[in-house]
């Protein structure tokens, strides 16, 4: 029996052609693809609900993170993957943690999407290579973090990751959800914690794996 796939992709050409290329393969069928996760729980809410829906971040309304946990709080058994543009960690560990089974860039080609699919529904939970490579590289950070004597806070941590990535204070607490104010007062924190005086410092003793 043919899985059923849902699209939800504000992008009307992207949304179109996912859908036609899965509409003609013999092992899918995809009913449902609309802008906007709203529209997405108006329609699950009269029809049954399908295998998979694949899933953009930035939505018109309600953000795909967001609306993942309001579809998964209600049809825990809809496999959802994000599909998306952005690669940054902290929008990737955010879909994983709020219940993504996969994360595909929007450059992933239409076969490599299909595969993608029937490797989740064969219980992986496929990745980007560019996104796989973060996630390792996350978790080899978070064993440095365990092995370093800085004693710095998850939060001081998520600001010097920040840094490292190049980030200003107003987009480190943009990115964090957190006010100019407390990102400083972090800093001065951390400066204290690592006994240094400036962000490049900061940055180098992240780069050497001293944090």
């Known amino acids: 029996m043919a899985s059923v796939v849902g699209i939800v992709e504000d992008n009307k050409k992207i949304r179109d052609l996912i859908q036609r290329y899965l509409d003609m393969q013999d092992d899918f069928s995809c009913p449902v693809a609309v802008d906007s996760v709203e529209e997405m729980i108006d329609y699950l809410e009269e029809h049954a609900e399908p295998d998979v829906i694949l899933m953009d971040i930035q939505l018109p309304g309600m953000s795909g993170i967001k609306g993942m946990g309001v579809i998964k709080e209600e049809y825990p058994d809809i496999e959802i993957i994000m599909l998306t543009v952005y690669h940054d960690s902290h929008k990737i560990f955010k879909a994983l ?3 993504a089974s996969g994360y595909l860039l929007k450059h992933t080609s239409l076969p490599e999407i299909k595969e993608s699919i029937l490797k989740l529904l064969d219980g992986g939970a496929p990745m980007s290579p560019q996104i796989a490579r973060k996630v390792i590289t996350h978790f080899q950070d978070d064993n440095n973090k365990k092995d370093s004597d800085s004693n710095l806070t998850p939060r001081e941590h ?3 990751n920040g840094l490292v990535d190049g980030l ?5 607490a ?11 007062a972090h ?4 400066y204290k914690k690592l006994h240094v005086h400036s962000k490049a410092e900061v940055i180098a003793k992240s780069l050497k794996g001293e944090i």
């Open 168 to 172: 200003s204070y107003k987009m480190i």
């Open 97 to 99: 943690r709020a219940g």
């Open 187 to 190: 800093i001065r924190n951390i």
């Open 158 to 160: 998520d600001i010097v």
């Open 174 to 184: 943009d990115r964090y959800d957190i006010s100019i104010d407390t990102v400083r």
